[in-house]
């Protein structure tokens, strides 16, 4: 089992408490000025990839020197670098693909970087995009067993897909037995687990799956 973490260069004051992960993730990967996050972390980073128009040519020379491989690209490309990133991750064979710094700044790249979860899922990896009031995954159909966590402590259950058919949730505040929900639906929002853990269930769809606190 490989796990990856990958840093984009969304706004600083979005990013988790990376050192939080580091049992969880096997190797780094800084894309563009995320090399420079991961370092303010003090995260030794395995891979730096992107065309660095974002940082300067001393931060530059710091990230070949900390990072044990840099590939610097021409700004002219048809991949972002958080794309360039996944490509070598990808390649790493990874089971698990945890994103951070890829929220928080422009919408477009931020809504984008929320549909990677559904390339990573067709390619039977699991993706995770965390920041620092939320952790996003989506999920297939069948029976999940989800765990509370102290930092993140309210459940959201959006649909990615127009229908998601069948959902039950047990162990929640507010439990549901086969319910179909769709887009615009508010119905699973804001949910909480009674005890440390709990189940949820559905049938067909794909369902966006949010753990979340306040600001």
């Known amino acids: 089992?490989?796990?990856?973490g990958i840093v984009g260069s969304g706004p600083a004051g979005q990013l988790p408490d990376l050192l939080l992960y580091t049992d969880e993730i096997d190797y780094w990967i800084g894309a563009d000025s995320g090399a420079l996050l991961l370092m303010d972390h003090q995260i030794s980073g395995d891979y730096a990839v992107g065309d660095f128009d974002s940082v300067t040519e001393k931060e530059k020379k710091q990230i070949r020197l900390l990072f044990t491989h840099m590939e610097e690209y021409p700004r002219e490309k048809d991949e972002t670098d958080l794309e360039l990133a996944l490509q070598q991750a990808y390649a790493?064979?990874?089971?698990?693909i945890y994103l951070f710094g890829v929220?928080?700044?422009?919408?477009d790249h931020e809504i984008i970087n929320i549909q990677l979860l559904y390339r990573m899922m067709r390619e039977g990896i699991r993706g995770v995009l965390v920041d620092a009031y939320n952790q996003l995954e989506l999920t297939a159909p069948g029976t999940h067993t989800i765990t509370r966590e102290e930092r993140f402590p309210y459940i959201s259950f959006i649909p990615f897909t127009p229908h998601v058919k069948g959902l039950s949730l047990t162990g929640f505040q507010y439990p549901l037995v086969n319910k179909d929900i769709?887009?615009?639906s508010t119905l699973c929002i804001s949910n909480k687990l009674l005890s440390n853990?709990?189940?949820?269930s559905y049938e067909e769809g794909i369902l966006l799956l949010i753990k979340s606190r306040d600001i």
């Open 197 to 200: 853990n709990g189940t949820f």
């Open 1 to 4: 089992m490989t796990s990856v």
């Open 182 to 184: 769709t887009w615009g």
């Open 92 to 96: 790493m064979e990874s089971d698990t």
């Open 103 to 107: 929220t928080g700044g422009r919408l």
